[in-house]
């Protein structure tokens, strides 16, 4: 139930960029590290695209953070979630 379970972008947005804004990602090269959008893909797998300046920059405590997020306000317990970065 939990693995086909799917997310509105704008729902998304509104609850992950909110907590993303309390607690931002370090600076990368003192540049300030940007989330612009998120959304689910089809997938076999909860699946998320982040939509970020440096998509090759995150790291993986804040992997760990969104990940966690992603779980706490969706309801994803019990199975596996792939997040991609891409530039925007």
Not at 68 to 83: A, H, M, T
Request: proline share 7%; glycine share 2%; net charge positive.
């Amino acid at each position: 139930e939990n693995k086909q379970r799917k997310v509105s972008q704008e729902e998304l947005n509104e609850k992950i960029l909110a907590r993303v804004e309390q607690f931002p990602h370090p600076s990368v090269r003192g540049n300030l590290f940007r989330i612009f959008r998120i959304e689910q893909v089809p997938a076999q797998v909860p699946s998320f695209v982040f939509y970020v300046n440096f998509p090759n920059d995150v790291r993986r405590t804040y992997r760990q953070f969104l990940e966690n997020e992603l779980r706490k306000y969706f309801e994803f317990s019990g199975v596996p979630i792939n997040l991609m970065f891409r530039k925007k």
